[in-house]
């Protein structure tokens, strides 16, 4: 499915407000799951894209949602949802599906005839990820940190490699990935309220979603009230984050 975009990047990052009520008017599924197949297009760290999305569309579901995302506005007036999950417990599926795919390119040739970047594409998902994601009860990362401290001190090393560190990275590339999907759903005169205020359990049981899994945000979804942005937008002053070095 191809969408008519009816705004440019900038005119949809302007356009986007994070709505509190939606109008009961319904939006179409197959459009708002068109956004969320552009969400999936996002950069992702190490290409692992460890990301899930759940497209609510079920009026019961959405009940249950509202519940546990403590009945507020943007929730109750939702005509849809999308959750998404950060997976970092997958990245094992998600390398083996890089390398996968890196050989699917590579051709039938045998690996002797491998160019240098090649194979070193191929031995940054057999070697490098899991000497990044493996660990055991956090012991690994432990070591690995201690080491890049060490390491550090006479070269630069990459330093976040415990599993709290490789959780933030997984986060990082979801909400990227729910970056997109809020542009492009105001491309075409979408809404969306991003929530973090929920109950993480509650949700999971709803979803059925495994214990390893996190949320990463809850999209609430419609078209917006006259009453559904509750002001101006405010942004602190620019020159108060940018820096020119």
């Known amino acids: 499915m191809v969408l008519t975009n009816e705004k440019t990047v900038s005119e949809a990052i302007e356009y986007r407000r994070s ?28 290409n ?3 990301w899930e999305f759940y497209h609510i569309v079920s009026p019961e579901v959405l009940s249950q949602l509202t519940n546990a995302s403590f009945n507020q506005g943007a929730a109750k007036t939702a005509q849809q949802m999308v959750v998404i999950i950060a997976r970092k417990d997958l990245w094992k599926k998600r ?32 070697n490098i990820v899991p000497s990044i994601y493996a660990d055991f009860l956090g012991i690994a990362g432990r070591i690995k940190y201690l080491a890049s401290k060490i390491v550090g001190i006479f070269r630069p090393i990459y330093r976040e490699a415990r599993q709290s560190d490789m959780r933030i990275v997984a986060h990082k ?13 105001a491309a075409i005169n979408y809404d969306t309220c991003p929530m973090e205020g929920f109950d993480s359990l509650r949700v999971k049981k709803v979803l059925n979603l495994p214990r390893s899994s996190e949320i990463n945000m809850i999209i609430a979804c419609g078209l917006r009230e006259e009453n559904g942005i509750y002001g101006k937008r405010f942004r602190v002053p620019f020159e108060e984050v940018y820096f020119k070095k």
């Open 95 to 126: 390398a083996q599906s890089n390398i996968d795919f890196l050989r699917s390119q590579y051709g039938t040739k045998p690996q002797t005839d491998y160019s240098k970047r090649e194979k070193f594409a191929l031995n940054y998902y057999q």
């Open 173 to 185: 590339s979801a909400g990227l990935a729910a970056q997109n999907f809020m542009m492009s759903m």
């Open 19 to 46: 709505v509190r009520v939606f109008s009961t008017e319904p939006i179409e599924d197959q459009k708002v799951k068109e956004c969320i197949r552009l969400a999936t297009l996002a950069a992702s760290s190490s």
């Open 48 to 50: 692992m894209q460890l």
